[in-house]
């Protein structure tokens, strides 16, 4: 195995090539070796996996990833690392750079030819999610045609609290269903705020996700997914309003006070209801009836 960066190595390059963190970007970078690797090793980076990266800054990530991976692909935004990319990495074949805005690119795209290029089996994704794009991040790797097998993305803990909450919690609401749609949460561990440099204010969490099917036949899901993300960006509008109410404010195909209650009824659903009291299987249920109303 090729002897990689070590990761007080590239955090030295910063140093004396005087990049400082950017505020704009959200950049706290890793230090802990040892959480490092628990997050590479929670991604499933196998020597038959391509682990995407999404910001991996020096490459403190991107050393443990290329460790257990047969290649990494680095989503890099900030371009003044290029040079500490190339110097530290350049010799690797295997890791590649991409230097380019995530939520702007076609990762899915990229990947699936990185991976045809190195003869690799599948796709695992892994990263620091930056707060200022977690959310719309996250959304994206919502519905049908993501390649990845495995996720294990840091965010900040109050989004993981979002994330993982049960219904009927400030915390319940669109991320929590449109994610627990096309995934399950199976670990989560955290990572307190001094482990970082700079210490950002608040602790971190990774996420370790692995996909499951959406409530619909694999081949209905394209057309689906679009129509019940919209039910759900209505049901959760207004949350404190009946469910009802949210959704013949705001949901173009409301069918109708009448027929939306029959539909609650047939699910055993109290007609005054708010969205943040259902499960996502009970608002893909709902939605169900409704748009066949």
Same mark, same amino acid.
């Given at each position: 195995?090729?002897?990689?960066?070590?990761? *007080?190595?590239?955090?030295?390059?910063?140093?004396?090539?005087?990049?400082?963190?950017?505020?704009?970007?959200?950049?706290?970078?890793?230090?802990?070796?040892?959480?490092?690797?628990?997050?590479?090793?929670?991604?499933?980076?196998?020597?038959?996996?391509?682990?995407?990266?999404?910001?991996?800054?020096?490459?403190?990530?991107?050393?443990?990833? $290329?460790?257990?991976?047969?290649?990494?692909?680095?989503?890099?935004?900030?371009? #003044?690392?290029?040079?500490?990319?190339?110097?530290?990495?350049?010799i690797y074949p295997e890791i590649r750079f991409h230097y380019a805005d995530a939520l702007r690119v076609n990762l899915?795209?990229?990947?699936?030819?990185?991976?045809?290029?190195?003869?690799?089996?599948?796709?695992?994704?892994?990263?620091?999610?930056?707060?200022?794009?977690?959310?719309?991040?996250?959304?994206?790797?919502?519905?049908?045609?993501?390649? &990845?097998? #495995?996720? $294990?993305?840091?965010?900040?803990?109050?989004?993981?609290?979002?994330?993982?909450?049960?219904?009927?919690?400030? *915390?319940?609401?669109?991320?929590?269903?449109?994610?627990?749609?096309? &995934?399950?949460?199976?670990?989560?561990?955290?990572?307190?705020?001094?482990?970082?440099?700079?210490? +950002?204010?608040?602790?971190?969490?990774?996420?370790?996700?692995?996909?499951?099917?959406?409530?619909?036949?694999?081949?209905? $899901?394209?057309?689906?997914? +679009?129509?019940?993300?919209?039910?759900?960006?209505?049901?959760?509008?207004?949350?404190?309003?009946?469910?009802?109410?949210?959704?013949?404010? #705001? &949901?173009?195909?409301? +069918?109708?006070?009448?027929? $939306?209650?029959?539909?609650?009824?047939?699910?055993?659903?109290?007609?005054?209801?708010?969205?943040?009291?259902?499960?996502?299987?009970?608002?893909? #249920?709902?939605?169900?009836?409704?748009?066949?109303?």
């Amino acid at each position: 195995m090729p002897a990689y960066p070590r990761v *007080d190595f590239l955090l030295l390059q910063l140093r004396l090539k005087q990049i400082h963190q950017s505020k704009r970007l959200g950049q706290h970078f890793l230090t802990d070796d040892a959480l490092l690797g628990r997050i590479a090793d929670a991604a499933g980076a196998a020597p038959d996996t391509l682990a995407v990266e999404i910001g991996p800054g020096p490459g403190v990530l991107t050393t443990h990833l $290329a460790a257990r991976a047969g290649g990494v692909l680095a989503i890099e935004l900030d371009r #003044r690392l290029e040079q500490l990319h190339a110097e530290s990495f350049g010799i690797y074949p295997e890791i590649r750079f991409h230097y380019a805005d995530a939520l702007r690119v076609n990762l899915s795209e990229l990947a699936e030819r990185r991976r045809a290029e190195l003869g690799l089996a599948r796709i695992v994704l892994a990263g620091n999610l930056p707060f200022q794009i977690t959310s719309p991040f996250l959304f994206a790797q919502c519905g049908p045609g993501v390649p &990845w097998r #495995r996720m $294990a993305l840091m965010v900040q803990k109050e989004v993981a609290q979002r994330v993982v909450s049960p219904p009927d919690r400030k *915390d319940y609401g669109i991320l929590t269903v449109k994610l627990a749609t096309w &995934w399950r949460v199976v670990e989560r561990f955290a990572v307190p705020a001094g482990r970082f440099q700079p210490p +950002p204010r608040v602790d971190a969490a990774v996420l370790v996700f692995e996909p499951q099917p959406p409530p619909v036949d694999a081949a209905e $899901a394209a057309a689906w997914w +679009p129509g019940f993300s919209e039910f759900v960006d209505a049901a959760f509008a207004q949350r404190r309003k009946m469910l009802v109410n949210s959704l013949a404010a #705001r &949901w173009q195909l409301f +069918p109708g006070r009448e027929r $939306a209650n029959a539909a609650l009824a047939r699910l055993g659903l109290d007609p005054r209801i708010r969205a943040e009291a259902l499960s996502p299987g009970e608002l893909a #249920r709902l939605h169900g009836h409704l748009a066949r109303a």
